[in-house]
Nanobody, 117 residues
């Protein structure tokens, strides 16, 4: 079992920056990737960015390319999401998740990001 704890959300004006962090503990040795998802009010949860451990490949949703950067520490137990040039459309609850053998199956509690115009 894996436990995930997010931090770093908050209220920021459009154009500002925030850095989210997700700390993983527990049985992380059998995982393949970690990702950040977000859910805006009235919308489905969407994958924003993820990073795979083997090869270090990174994925970004088109809506955040060039503005968000995902990274991890060397131990692969903490993943960060640097968010720059934030827009009101980036508002939502941001969740980190870890991908095991059956997909993204462990989730954090979420952290609220609010971008004011």
């Amino acid at each position: 079992q894996v436990q995930l704890v997010e931090s770093g959300g908050g209220l920021v004006q459009a154009g500002g920056s925030l850095r989210l962090a997700c700390a993983a503990s527990g049985r992380t040795f059998s995982t393949y990737a970690m990702g950040w998802f977000r859910q805006a009010p009235g919308k489905e949860r969407e994958l924003v960015a993820d990073i795979t451990w083997r090869g270090g490949s990174k994925y970004y949703a088109d809506s955040v390319k060039g503005r968000f950067t995902i990274s991890s520490d060397n131990a692969k137990t903490t993943v960060y999401l640097q968010m720059n040039s934030l827009k009101p459309d980036d508002t939502g609850i941001y969740y980190c998740a870890i991908r095991g053998g059956s997909g993204y199956d462990s989730w954090g509690q979420g952290t609220q990001v609010t971008v004011s115009s």
